[in-house]
């Protein structure tokens, strides 16, 4: 069975920086996309970043741009969102999740999905 953890959320003043760790245990292979979500309350889920587990064809949401990125350590099924420059407007419950199949941003196309972790910029 395949499972996603999220950790690394937390209350971060804006400005600042905080990275989230996507650890995934059961059998995953290198082909399977994964992807970061967001959710704001009251809003939509959206997509942030994703890439493929083998560390390959990273991509980060054009609002993000400049500020996250992403990438895997090989050591461990372990994905990690770099977010920099934080704002009040990335408070949200950070999700990890992942596909069997090419990657996409659509969060309905997504399987398997992590419990999620919160990030609270406060201004």
């Known amino acids: 069975q395949l499972q996603l953890v999220e950790s690394g959320g937390g209350l971060v003043q804006a400005g600042g920086s905080q990275r989230l760790s996507c650890a995934a245990s059961g059998m995953i292979f290198s082909f399977y996309a994964m992807a970061w979500f967001r959710q704001a309350l009251g809003k939509e889920r959206e997509f942030v970043g994703g890439m493929l587990w083998s560390g390959s064809g990273a991509r980060i949401a054009d609002s993000q741009k400049g500020r996250f990125t992403i990438f895997r350590d090989n050591a461990k099924n372990t994905v990690y969102l770099q977010m920099n420059s934080l704002k009040a407007e990335d408070t949200a419950v950070y999700y990890c999740?992942?596909?069997?199949?090419?990657?996409?941003?659509?969060?309905?196309?997504?399987?398997?999905w992590g419990p999620g972790t919160r990030v609270t910029v406060s201004p």
């Open positions: 999740a992942t596909r069997v199949g090419t990657f996409t941003t659509w969060p309905g196309d997504y399987e398997y």
